[in-house]
């Protein structure tokens, strides 16, 4: 049994892991050959953790997700490692129900698995390359497409690359027309599809060769950001406490950063914010690539590819890291140091006026405190940033960057842009769900959809010059699901109805999107289905605490239709209600030129902004900056 958590959402710690590791051996839910696809916290329900009082008991339990990599037998498993007891085990059906998420284990031994596959080594060779050492395979998930004999078979379809030596980075020579199924149970490759001989693309892209970059410039000068005194926030264990704002961390190893119980001047604002999942689907349609989209999140696991940050690097100033513990595929803790960064950064004028009248000059600096991480998956590095501001606006930004997925160009794709000679970088885009559980106020919320209005020309506006807003309520889960309008100003109003300002009105956040498309494949398609989520911009749901992610709870080869479709069907009420609310937001990247070698940041996110949740503007408090600094 392990030590007791000071709080019911306290992140699992190693002997947690440890914990829970050896009671399933002492229930025999281990084999040799099983393996964890996932263990994480079983977070209580909420009203459970708002009932919660500090000394009140806790009972810590996990989430196991078991693949025996030798049948392919899939069980869930639930246990408490305070009590020390096994609560559920259930038997998953991959067929029906779909598959884990992918092993880390599974990618190493794509690499094997196709090499010793004679039609594909054919296949290779055929395109005038024969040294397999130089070759990278690249497993990547398979999705659902009802092809013949693939229902119910966990399986990677694989592209592959050639390195011209160890160091040469192998996105630049993508081996295209040839792509292999793979059997990950079998250990084999069930199919081939040798469709077409292009060429290899030969021009290196190495962007940590000096060779290839040529000399670092030396006009920049050291730019140093120091707080003498120490940073504003205060950090408690998970706790951390910044000028009004209050939050508690947590990591989960499907979604990577988790903001719990969100508040601001000691009133709840979002019980629980997480991007509960990604989808990158891919625009070309050709017989090597259609099936190309990944759900970062439910099929690659996103928190388990967070990486260890560095100072000067990843983050700049006064930086407190918290570590993150995971469990590795045997069920063992793996920590991951650094994997989140907490910093303060200046961030311009908060406000400002110089006065006609009484000559009166005034100005505020504006700062906001950041919590970050990184992960990398396969090809493309992501950066999730919570960003908390004087003012009470979180906004969510993610940047991203790496390499960009690369394929062999021919003169006049209509689905790729060519960034090298003969490279093509296929068109896509990056969708990603933010899960915002509200208790703005209390958990009895409600949404409206605000639209600016046009005014025709009439009895009450005879020169035409009159505009308004129009509010709706959103009353039932399904009219919940809804479009962004930048040519309206489309923004959606969270209030609390039982809650009011000193003005009588409703306390309330708006949610302000970017607008950008939503998901572009046909409404027919197989993404279409399993991506449901990614088809509007935003989706209101009553509470469930079983409803955590908005494309399902196995994503991987899911044939669709579960997640926030399955959610929204018993389409209950949702006005003035716990609701939990769903944003999708992201980018649709047509490849520049500029993004090879290696990608300079590409930004999408959204803000949610007070609106009436104060009585006047909250930060008049906010001290003049000292002479010293204005000059």
């Given at each position: 049994?392990s030590?007791?958590a ?7 710690s190693?002997a947690?892991?440890?914990s829970a ?8 839910l281990l084999?040799p ?17 708002l ?6 008991p806790?009972?810590r ?34 067929a ?11 990618f190493?031994a ?8 004679p ?11 024969t ?15 009802e ?13 592959s690359f ?7 980075h ?17 250990k084999?490759?069930?199919?081939l ?5 292009l ?22 000068k050291?730019?140093e950001?120091?707080q ?18 209050k ?5 989960d ?6 903001l719990?119980?969100?508040s601001i ?14 989808v ?20 690659y696991l996103l928190g ?15 930086i ?10 045997d ?13 303060e950064?200046d961030f ?6 110089s ?6 000059a005034?100005t ?12 990398t998956?396969g ?10 501001y004087?003012d009470g606006?979180v906004?969510m930004?993610?940047k ?15 689905y790729?842009?060519?960034?090298a ?28 959809e605000l ?6 020309v ?18 039932r889960?399904?009219e919940?699901?809804?479009?962004a309008?930048n040519?309206v100003?489309?923004?959606?109003r ?10 009588g ?6 949610l ?8 572009l ?9 399993r ?7 935003l989706?209101?749901t009553?509470y469930?605490a079983?409803e955590?992610?908005?494309a399902g709870?196995?994503v991987n080869q ?21 609701i939990?609310?769903?944003?999708t937001f992201g ?11 290696v ?8 803000a949610l ?7 006047r503007?909250p ?5 003049a900056?000292?002479?010293?600094h204005?000059h």
């Open positions: 049994m030590a007791p000071g709080h019911p959402l306290a992140r699992l190693a947690e892991i440890d590791r050896t009671l399933f051996q002492k229930h025999d084999t050959t099983t393996r964890f696809a996932l263990l994480a916290l079983e977070e209580p329900t909420k009203p459970a953790v009932a919660w009082r500090a000394g009140d806790i009972d339990r996990v989430r196991a997700l078991l693949l025996d990599v030798a049948t392919g037998q899939v069980r869930s498993v639930v246990a408490s490692v305070t009590r020390d007891e096994i609560d559920e085990v259930d038997e998953i059906d991959p029906v129900d779909g598959q884990p998420p992918i092993l880390l284990d599974e190493i794509v690499d094997e698995i196709v090499k010793a596959d039609e594909w080594r054919a296949a290779i060779e055929r395109r005038g390359i040294d397999f050492d130089l070759v990278r395979p690249c497993p990547l998930s398979a999705g659902d497409y092809l013949e004999g693939e229902r119910g078979r966990r399986l990677l379809r694989v592209l050639v390195a011209n030596r160890p160091e040469d192998c996105w630049a020579h993508p081996i295209d027309g040839v792509v292999a199924y793979v059997d990950l149970i079998e084999k490759v069930v199919r599809i040798d469709h077409a001989l060429p290899v693309p030969q021009e290196e892209g190495n962007y940590d060769d000096p060779a290839f970059t040529g000399p670092a410039r030396e006009t920049l050291p730019l950001i120091t003498p005194d120490g940073p504003s926030f205060q950090v408690d264990g998970d706790e951390v406490t910044w000028e009004g704002w939050f508690r961390i947590g990591f190893p499907r979604e990577g950063l988790v719990h119980q969100l001047q000691d009133r709840p604002l979002v019980y629980r914010a997480s991007i509960a999942e990604m990158v689907p891919y625009a070309d349609p050709s017989p090597v690539r259609f099936w190309q989209n990944y759900f970062d999140a439910g099929e388990q590819q967070a990486n260890s940050l560095v100072l000067g690097c990843d983050c700049l100033g006064e407190r890291y918290f570590d993150a513990v995971l469990a590795d595929g069920g063992n803790p793996r920590e991951v140091s650094n994997a989140i960064c907490l910093h950064e311009g004028v908060l406000w400002k006026h006065d006609l009248f009484t000559e009166a005034e505020r600096r504006q700062r906001r405190l950041v919590i970050s991480y990184w992960a998956v090809n493309y590095d992501y950066g999730f940033f919570w960003y908390l004087l606006t906004e930004e993610v991203a960057t790496g390499v960009v997925f690369t394929s062999s160009y021919a003169e006049g794709a209509e790729a842009t060519e960034i000679p003969g490279l093509g970088a296929p068109y896509h885009q990056h969708l990603f769900s933010a899960r915002l559980d509200m208790m703005l106020d209390g958990v009895g919320n409600a949404v409206d639209d600016v209005r046009r005014v025709p009439g009895e009450t506006n005879p020169y035409g010059n009159a505009f308004t807003r129009t509010a709706t309520r959103l009353t889960e399904s919940g699901a809804r479009d309008d040519s100003g489309r923004v959606w969270i209030s609390n109805p039982a809650k009011t300002n000193r003005l009105q409703p306390v309330a956040y708006v302000r999107p970017e607008g950008q498309p939503a998901l494949a046909d409404e027919t398609s197989s993404i279409a289905r991506a449901a989520f990614a088809t509007k911009h989706w209101v009553r469930d079983d955590r992610y908005p709870n196995y899911h044939p669709g239709g579960a997640g926030l479709p399955a959610f929204v069907a018993d389409d209950e009420s949702i006005d003035g209600e716990d939990v609310v769903w944003h980018s649709t990247h047509f490849p520049r030129v500029e993004d090879w070698p990608m300079p940041v590409d930004r999408c996110g959204f902004r007070p609106a009436g949740f104060f009585d503007n930060t008049l408090d906010v001290p900056t000292t002479a010293k204005c």
